[in-house]
């Protein structure tokens, strides 16, 4: 028999993203998740490294690369729609749990317990999920900080919302703060600035 997870899994790089603004560059599921990962891994390291913490930095990556796999089924449902009021963002984030148990289902038995703490959020790895959606929204900067370097004033608002977010979590996610603070002034850089 057959199973169809890897092909569908690979299908992420068709689901475009911000797909009600205009963008200068388009930015698909893959793309987005290969920066949550890195993103994710670097907060763990961070908090690991400075704060003295015994986070799962290779979990973290992994949560990455699959916190957006649901959208292969659902499509990437913008940002104001999904939470525009609690029952949208409850109805959503059931259709998310039916999709993520979908994929999980395309998996060979034996292995799906492997992907659990991946798809679906649980105590043992909480701290990590948190700085994967901290992540999220820090790869949902860069494409705003990107947008804005070419003149695209598209993305002011979604920058500013963004920009008020990232400062919220960073009073509770002092990894956060961190990254904030160390690296994401060089996402503004040309590649001049940055050799």
Request: charged letters at 30%.
């Amino acid at each position: 028999m057959g199973y169809n997870f890897y092909a569908t899994i690979a299908r992420m790089k068709y689901i475009e993203r911000w797909a009600l603004m205009r963008n200068t560059r388009p930015e698909n599921l893959s793309e987005h998740a290969l920066d949550v990962s890195m993103i994710a891994h670097a907060l763990c390291v961070i908090g690991n490294t400075r704060y003295g913490k015994t986070l799962d930095a290779n979990m973290a990556a992994m949560i990455g690369i699959y916190h957006d796999a649901s959208e292969i089924i659902t499509g990437d449902m913008p940002t104001p729609v999904k939470y525009y009021n609690k029952s949208i963002k409850e109805a959503f984030k059931s259709l998310e749990d039916e999709a993520n148990q979908s994929l999980l289902n395309q998996l060979p038995e034996d292995l799906r317990a492997a992907y659990q703490n991946i798809f679906f959020k649980t105590d043992a790895y909480s701290y990590e999920w948190k700085l994967v959606k901290a992540a999220d929204k820090l790869s949902a900067m860069i494409k705003c900080m990107e947008e804005e370097k070419t003149g695209n004033r598209e993305f002011v608002k979604a920058k500013e919302a963004t920009e008020n977010t990232l400062r919220d979590l960073s009073k509770e996610l002092p990894e956060v703060f961190d990254f904030v603070k160390d690296f994401l002034p060089a996402y503004s850089k040309t590649l001049d600035e940055l050799n």
